[in-house]
């Protein structure tokens, strides 16, 4: 005849052992999310370059480029921005989506606000 007091035991043992490990998965789970979120080493910049016919911009992450624009987005005629200073604005807005985890993506009003001579 087998022993129920000793079956029960076993089987409390083992749930409990269950929920033990189950708690300290999800506590190193968490603690490595946790860690991950805050490990991140972005180091973006936004650089302006020359063109042919006029000017453009990168945005980098730690010195690898990561977008290259030498000319207007959004328009339809492929025309590089007329000045340094454009350049610079619209990487620097692109930048700021970038920072704020937004779409990069540039919008004919963003470039009418930004002054912006299409």
């Not at 506590?27 to 991140?40: D, E, N, R, T």
């Not at 302006?48 to 945005?59: A, L, M, V």
């Not at 980098?60 to 454009?86: A, H, L, M």
Request: proline residues 3%.
């Amino acid at each position: 005849m087998i022993n129920p007091t000793n079956k029960f035991f076993r089987t409390r043992i083992r749930k409990n052992f269950s929920l033990i490990v189950t708690k300290h998965n999800l506590i190193f789970s968490l603690g490595i999310l946790l860690f991950i979120s805050c490990a991140k080493n972005e180091n973006l910049h936004v650089r302006t370059f020359k063109t042919n016919n006029g000017w453009g911009y990168t945005i980098t992450n730690n010195e690898k480029i990561i977008i290259k624009q030498n000319i207007i987005p959004v328009i339809s005629k492929n025309k590089s921005f007329k000045t340094e200073k454009e350049a610079l604005r619209v990487g620097q807005l692109v930048l700021q989506k970038l920072t704020d985890d937004l779409s990069p993506t540039v919008t004919k009003k963003d470039l009418i606000l930004l002054d912006i001579k299409i």
